[in-house]
């Protein structure tokens, strides 16, 4: 279990994310931490050779990697660590596990926009009881408005799970009911710099638009439920799972080894083991 004393949140905090549905943490991560996942990701040819992308309804095409296991490397070290892991845990009142981790490869100019949606609008249907899950979304590169930041509807988490349909290949949430939410609740645009983090609930409606500019917006998303919340089935996410939770200065140590060894070593989880999607159907299932 971990330790919430290590990174603990104030009340003023927790307070912010049980009403907006929501928490965005500053320098989370210093520059040299952040580089190290940086130039692991856009380094990675595994990484990039099982990235998927569908239709986003809108002209332009998603395009990212997903896994079920945190690992070893650079990635895990960031998804293990109690920075993380610790706030989870404050934010879930319970002990989180990793449901699974994303990169999102929005490249300048091509990468595509993301609809309005719930994630729980999609692990609802893998036995997932409540929507008791929190994701951490860690910026790679900056996240503008013109790149395609993410923006949220604050409060929404608080409408309950809403149908999805598809829209594109992606599903999304029912359109009419998401404008009649973005009506009375209002709608943010979360720029970020690299380091930052947003922790956001699983019933938040979020949403991005196309990167139509210069500028790459690459993120890595991982996701967590409680343990109390262990899904009732077997689907391609895991059940619960006791995270072995790192400190903090274990993200440097493990990228400067990386960076030391081979390229190789800067390779992706074994995909026969934690390559839980190769397609959006996967996803939005």
């Not at 993120?219 to 059940?239: F, G, L």
């Amino acid at each position: 279990m971990p330790s919430p004393a290590n990174n603990s949140l104030s009340d003023s905090q927790l307070q912010q994310y049980h009403d907006a549905g929501f928490l965005l943490q500053r320098n989370l991560f210093d520059a040299e931490e952040i580089g190290f996942l940086r130039q692991a990701a856009k380094q990675d040819r595994q990484l990039d050779q099982h990235a998927f992308g569908r239709n986003d309804g809108e002209g332009g095409s998603i395009r990212l990697s997903l896994w079920n296991h945190p690992g070893h490397g650079i990635y895990g070290a960031f998804a293990r660590c109690h920075r993380i892991v610790d706030t989870a845990s404050a934010l879930l009142r319970d002990e989180p596990y990793h449901y699974h981790s994303k990169m999102i490869m929005k490249d300048a100019k091509v990468g595509g926009a993301w609809a309005w949606h719930q994630d729980y609008g999609y692990w609802y249907a893998n036995a997932v009881l409540t929507p008791n899950l929190v994701s951490a979304f860690i910026a790679v590169d900056p996240a503008t408005k013109q790149n395609g930041c993410l923006q949220v509807i604050e409060g929404s988490h608080h409408c309950g799970r809403i149908n999805h349909q598809l829209t594109g290949d992606q599903a999304g949430a029912d359109p009419q009911r998401v404008a009649a939410i973005a009506e009375r609740m209002p709608l943010k645009f979360i720029e970020m710099e690299p380091g930052d983090v947003l922790f956001f609930h699983s019933n938040l409606l979020h949403r991005s638009d196309q990167n139509r500019s210069d500028h790459p917006r690459w993120s890595m998303i991982c996701c967590y439920n409680a343990k109390s919340n262990d899904p009732y089935e077997a689907s391609h996410h895991p059940n619960y799972t006791p995270l072995n939770v790192l400190a903090d200065d274990q993200i440097k140590q493990i990228g400067q080894q990386q960076t030391s060894d081979d390229h190789d070593s800067l390779s992706f989880l074994d995909p026969n083991h934690d390559a839980s999607a190769r397609s959006l159907d996967d996803v939005n299932r």
